[in-house]
């Protein structure tokens, strides 16, 4: 198993109500896991990630941790189908941050497309998935 160059950590409140979301709601697999650390590796599609149960094993808290974890930061996690994943999380009942729509971004002279949609994962992290629409000339 080949690990990213950047692989983000997340602390977590209940790492088997993080696990379910993650795994049963979004779709990521399980690549290992230390239950007596309170800690699970996950991947989807290439996407990697590791969740942690606070006050378990080794934290780097850095000040108090309170709702919503995260601040000032959303996660893009690239997917190949976003249809089938935003009704996956519809179906679940779990509540839509930003509603899947197109958006295109400026990188100097071209526009990149992205299908996209945001949620909050149960612990306030925010999620951006999107599926490349590919490119474009920008009109600027």
């Keep these: 198993m080949l690990s990213n160059p950047l692989v983000p950590e997340l602390d977590c409140s209940d790492l088997d109500r993080s696990t379910h979301f993650y795994v049963d709601v979004l779709g990521f697999k399980i690549l290992y896991a230390r239950p007596e ?35 000032g930061i959303n996660f893009q996690i690239k997917t190949s189908d976003i249809d089938a994943l935003y009704n996956r999380v519809q179906a679940a009942d779990h509540p839509i941050f930003s ?14 497309g992205n299908h996209q949609f945001l949620i909050q994962d149960p612990d306030g992290y925010l999620l951006r998935f999107f599926q490349d629409l590919g490119s474009k000339p920008s009109p600027l």
């Design 99 to 112: 509603e899947i729509e197109e958006k295109w971004y400026r990188r100097d002279d071209v526009l990149l």
């Design 37 to 71: 650390d309170n800690f699970v590796f996950l991947e989807r599609e290439g996407a990697q990630l590791m969740i942690e149960q606070i006050g378990v094993g080794r934290n780097w808290v850095t000040a108090e941790l309170e709702y919503p974890f995260g601040r």
